[in-house]
């Protein structure tokens, strides 16, 4: 199997990342993504956009209104997760974020439930009734670029195998107690 | 639809989390839990062991010398996150949690692989190859009490439809922007 190895446990992990940002029904389609709040650590599942192992970096979309937009200017610090229920194989990484604007050509093709997302008031706001539908503002339409600092894979085969990736260690994995 | 009022929502949230402590092919199975560590927000995956809505309480286990445990002492502060594909709902809460002494029973009933996650090296401890299978302690079986102060309800209905509920509202619930 080759996740027996160190090297090929991280290529296995690249490999469902990379079938995230491509088949909409893959677990890796949604990690969840946690950065630090004022009242503690906060989570919320997003849409994998991009995985690039050459540079280490995962992409995902947001409102630039958005508390997670708010929180990750504050503390860059993020953690990104996804549990694959099929390999039993659970991913998780540690990452700086940085904010950048989304492509405006990218907004423009997006179907006007998707534009929503990115417009009306600032999410969390109170209403009186369920939300209706937003009119799309393409300058919130943002990228999160999640800068790997760590990879950690935990498998739960018989007995558990979990390995840690470093950036500081050229990626290069280590065992560790799962 | 019953997701159309702040309680039919709310009803829904709990019986999803109710399936989860019995079904283990339930999305609700696998709650993510985050605390905050030294190096930014930490998440993993783990069995959602109960859940009852009269005391707002979710327990999960962990083993005493994990990581998790540690954050969970400095800073009590954690978040849970489920997300179901097929309703497309996610599930967020915020809570307190408290560790509290596992039952011995229940450890002595578990079977030696289970048993084998509460012992043996701490977490996280580099190894010279894949992790061997430890014996279990008792002493280490642990279990965190969550004990929720808000529950966040996003439906990715169209258009996207999102409630909070707060322990210090008596859980009434609010609709507000997705």
Not at 25 to 37: D, K, N, Q, V, Y
Not at 129 to 157: M, N, Q, W, Y
Request: with cysteine.
């Amino acid at each position: 199997m080759t996740e027996e190895t160190l090297t090929g446990l991280l290529d296995t992990i690249w490999q469902h990342l990379a079938r995230g940002t491509a088949d909409r029904h893959h677990p890796a389609r949604h990690p969840t993504l946690a950065s630090i709040g004022t009242d503690g650590p906060e989570l919320r599942t997003l849409v994998l956009r991009r995985a690039e192992r050459s540079g280490a970096l995962l992409e995902v979309h947001t409102d630039a209104a958005s508390p997670k937009a708010v929180q990750i200017v504050a503390d860059p610090r993020v953690a990104l997760h996804v549990w694959l229920p099929k390999p039993r194989l659970q991913i998780r990484a540690r990452a700086m974020a940085l904010l950048e604007p989304g492509d405006p050509a990218v907004f423009a093709n997006l179907p006007p439930e998707a534009q929503a997302n990115y417009g009306g008031p600032v999410p969390g706001t109170p209403l009186p009734g369920p939300a209706k539908r937003a009119a799309g503002d393409p300058a919130r339409f943002t990228r999160i670029l999640c800068h790997l600092t760590e990879v950690d894979a935990l498998l739960l085969s018989d007995p558990h195998r979990r390995a840690r990736y470093r950036a500081d260690g050229n990626w290069q994995g280590q065992w560790i107690v799962p």
